[in-house]
T-cell receptor
Framework: DAGITQSPRYKITETGRQVTLMCHQT?????MFWYRQDLGHGLRLIYY???????DKGEVPDGYVVSRSKTENFPLTLESATRSQTSVYFC????????????FGSGTRLTVV | AQKITQTQPGMFVQEKEAVTLDCTYD???????LFWYKQPSSGEMIFLIY??????QNATEGRYSLNFQKARKSANLVISASQLGDSAMYFC?????????????FGTGTLLAVQP
C-alpha cells in the first residue's frame, strides 16, 4: 500500500540493547524526519534527512543514529537504549509542498525496561 | 531560533460551539509556514491546515480556520461547530522557509474535550 509505514508498532527492550525502528515511504519524498513524542514536550525532532545519504541532527539527537542509503527508507537506531528513550516515535516525510503538510507514520511505542 | 508556544494544556467546549486554540510563535525568518495537526486517541497525526507567512488571507479548511495575526506572531486555530469527534490533542507547528533544512518544529499541544 502507498504511504509511510513504521515498524514495529510496539517494542519492549532492555536497557543497553541496540534497537532499530524502521520507516518506509512509497512516495519518493525527498525529506524524512524522526520525532519523539513525550508528555509535556510535544513532538521533538531527533534527526532529519533531505535526501539519500544526507542526514542532520535535530533538537534531541543524543543516543540515536540514522542512515538513509535509499530514498524510501530511514531507519532510526538506538545504539544502547536507556529508560529515558521510552517514548512514542514518529517518522514523517515531505516533498516540500507545504500546503499538503508533512505526512506521518502511525508511530512506534518503545518501552525500555 | 524558532519556537512554538501553546499555553493551553487542556480545554473543554460544548458540542456545536466554536473553540479557539492558541498558538504563538517566534522566528527571525520573514518567510515561514504554520501548521496545525490533530492527534486523536488512536495516535495518528492528521494534518489540518497550513498558513504561509506571505499569504494575504487566513487559511480555511472546512470547519477549521486559522486566525493569523502576523504582527502579534499568533496563529490560532478556530474550530467551528464542534463535534464529539473533534476531541483530540492539537499541535501547532512551524517551519522556517529561509533555511535549507525543512525542519518542522512543534508546540507542546492542547488537549481538547468536546462535551455533549
Amino acid at each position: 500500500d502507498a504511504g509511510i509505514t513504521q515498524s514495529p508498532r510496539y517494542k519492549i527492550t532492555e536497557t543497553g540493547r541496540q534497537v532499530t525502528l524502521m520507516c518506509h515511504q512509497t512516495w519518493s519524498h525527498s525529506y524524512m524526519f524522526w520525532y519523539r513524542q513525550d508528555l509535556g514536550h510535544g513532538l521533538r525532532l531527533i534527526y532529519y534527512s533531505a535526501a539519500a545519504d544526507i542526514t542532520d541532527k535535530g533538537e534531541v539527537p543524543d543516543g540515536y543514529v540514522v542512515s538513509r542509503s535509499k530514498t524510501e527508507n530511514f531507519p532510526l537506531t538506538l545504539e544502547s537504549a536507556t529508560r529515558s528513550q521510552t517514548s512514542v516515535y514518529f517518522c514523517a516525510s515531505s516533498e516540500g509542498v507545504l500546503r499538503y503538510g508533512y505526512t506521518f507514520g502511525s508511530g512506534t511505542r518503545l518501552t525500555v525496561v | 531560533a524558532q519556537k512554538i508556544t501553546q499555553t493551553q494544556p487542556g480545554m473543554f467546549v460544548q458540542e456545536k460551539e466554536a473553540v479557539t486554540l492558541d498558538c504563538t510563535y517566534d522566528t527571525s525568518d520573514p518567510s515561514y509556514g504554520l501548521f496545525w495537526y490533530k492527534q486523536p486517541s488512536s495516535g495518528e497525526m492528521i494534518f489540518l491546515i497550513y498558513q504561509g507567512s506571505y499569504d494575504q488571507q487566513n487559511a480555511t479548511e472546512g470547519r477549521y480556520s486559522l486566525n493569523f495575526q502576523k504582527a502579534r506572531k499568533s496563529a490560532n486555530l478556530v474550530i467551528s461547530a464542534s463535534q464529539l469527534g473533534d476531541s483530540a490533542m492539537y499541535f501547532c507547528a512551524m517551519r522556517e522557509l529561509g533555511g535549507a533544512t525543512n525542519k518542522l518544529i512543534f508546540g507542546t499541544g492542547t488537549l481538547l474535550a468536546v462535551q455533549p
